[in-house]
């Protein structure tokens, strides 16, 4: 999984809801291959929000101590916005491609 | 139900990912811990049932603490790239030409060049605003004026007259690198 990718999926997971570290992992592990180390996803966290595409805000939880939530910013959101663009434009070309080659 | 080993297991993994953090400033450090401790309590009370084999392998899944300092020393893939170019960068690029100073100190403060990017720039700026500020009038005309007379005509007016381009190009420097910043899917490839 290329890290630039694995970014913006984390902010699209994110951007539905505000989630924690380790509900986020339990997501990104649903998709085959998306990490594969569990851990580095928190350093990954860190520079999202020191780059201010996300902040973090603590909330209680049932029988534990406060988690650390993050949500996208609207930062993050505009940034979000342009990779859906540049990515569907990326992946139609590919699948045009592809296709083409396919066929012949 | 705790694990029989479970301190064993979670305290030597943590210290191991303590020592490959060791270079790291110590408030990132000590936030990644935090983060890292989170997480395993989280991954324990998700466990049925809780063995040394069960907990060793939710561990193991967190991965070499190698890695992930690596990945914590990494430069941010989106940083540069998913920074877009705002109000900041464009009265940097107009000051750098007519205030200099002042669009130093904005491209400087901006967060979507590199550092590579402004150190460049500031230095063809500071090069221009040097050599034509009146305070270093005398100094420059002492050590540079003789060697620009050495040349003679017709380099020497040349060279004069392309000095005042040393602003604009600066300028025209960073308004070129904010465009290579236009798509994010660059910094995948």
Same mark, same amino acid.
């Given at each position: 999984m290329r890290k630039g990718l694995l970014e913006f999926c &984390?902010?699209? #997971?994110?951007?539905? +809801?505000?989630?924690?570290?380790?509900?986020? !992992?339990?997501?990104? @592990?649903?998709?085959?291959?998306?990490?594969?180390?569990?851990?580095?996803?928190?350093?990954? #966290? %860190? +520079?999202?929000?020191?780059? *201010?595409? !996300?902040?973090?805000?603590? *909330?209680?939880?049932?029988? /534990?101590?406060? *988690?650390?939530?993050?949500?996208?910013? %609207?930062? /993050?959101?505009? @940034?979000?916005?342009?990779?859906?663009?540049?990515? +569907?434009?990326? +992946?139609? @070309? !590919?699948?045009?491609? &592809? *296709?083409?080659? /396919?066929?012949? | 139900m705790s694990a029989p080993h479970a301190s064993l297991i979670v305290d030597g993994y943590l210290a191991r990912l303590e020592v490959a953090l060791l270079g790291m400033p110590a408030v990132r450090r000590i936030e990644l811990m935090d983060d890292v401790r989170s997480h395993i309590a989280d991954a324990r009370a998700a466990l049925e049932v809780e063995t040394d084999e069960t907990l060793l392998i939710a561990i193991d899944r967190l991965g070499d603490p190698a890695e992930i300092a690596r990945e914590a020393g990494e430069p941010a893939a989106t940083a540069s790239h998913a920074a877009r170019w705002g109000w900041v960068e464009l009265a940097g690029v107009l000051l750098t030409i007519v205030l200099w100073p002042a669009g130093a100190i904005l491209v400087l403060l901006s967060r979507v060049w590199t550092r590579q990017e402004k150190i460049t720039a500031t230095a063809i700026g500071a090069m221009a605003f040097v050599i034509?500020?009146?305070?270093?009038?005398?100094?420059?005309g002492l050590v540079i004026g003789p060697l620009i007379a050495g040349l003679g005509a017709p380099l020497a007016p040349m060279l004069i007259g392309s000095l005042g381009i040393l602003p604009i190009v600066a300028a025209g420097y960073l308004a070129w690198r904010l465009r290579s910043r236009e798509t994010y899917l660059e910094a995948l490839a």
């Open positions: &984390v902010l699209s #997971l994110l951007s539905s +809801r505000p989630r924690y570290g380790y509900e986020l !992992v339990q997501e990104l @592990a649903k998709s085959n291959g998306m990490l594969t180390t569990e851990g580095t996803i928190y350093p990954l #966290l %860190s +520079r999202l929000r020191r780059e *201010r595409l !996300v902040d973090t805000e603590w *909330r209680e939880s049932t029988g /534990g101590p406060p *988690r650390k939530y993050y949500r996208v910013t %609207s930062t /993050g959101h505009r @940034a979000l916005a342009s990779f859906h663009g540049e990515w +569907r434009s990326l +992946r139609d @070309a !590919v699948d045009g491609i &592809v *296709r083409g080659g /396919g066929t012949k | 034509s500020f009146p305070l270093f009038a005398p100094l420059m």
